[in-house]
């Protein structure tokens, strides 16, 4: 079942180069609404906790020392299909491979420094939106 919010963070490569206004332009030109945004650093503890779920994946640690290594902006999006229609706009995982026009396509430098995070599922976009915001964070 489709949901109307999705998560999202510009990562630490896309916010260093400057990008993340352009991004979240991208974001508002295709619709969604910014219901929650803030600018933070992930300790390497707290990027283990959200990232959890890969934890015996070999670039567990990798990913989370990359997701430390700078600020990042944090965001509860709202369109309807949220989700899935994030998903299409920042494109495929791996930039080369992602279509043109979208986020990743434009602003990201690897498979690693891939400019954005987007949920994967419904379930995953308010667990994700929880581990940043509190309710009071949150427009209703």
């Not at 400057?18 to 295709?30: N, R, T």
Request: hydrophobic share 40%; aromatic share 10%; charged share 25%.
């Amino acid at each position: 079942m489709a949901t109307n919010r999705t998560f999202t963070m510009i990562k630490p490569d896309a916010f260093g180069a400057g990008h993340s206004g352009a991004i979240l332009k991208m974001m508002e030109e295709a619709g969604f609404k910014i219901i929650s945004l803030k600018s933070t650093r992930l300790t390497p503890e707290l990027a283990g906790k959200f990232y959890e779920v890969h934890k015996e994946r070999p670039f567990y640690k990798d990913l989370c020392a990359y997701m430390s290594s700078g600020p990042i902006i944090a965001a509860i999006l709202e369109k309807e299909n949220a989700v899935e229609d994030f998903r299409k706009l920042i494109g495929a995982t791996n930039p080369a491979e992602a279509a043109e026009g979208t986020i990743r396509k434009l602003f990201a430098k690897s498979i690693e420094a891939n400019a954005v995070h987007g949920s994967d599922s419904n379930e995953n976009a308010a667990i994700e939106g929880r581990f940043f915001f509190n309710e009071f964070e949150k427009i209703r």
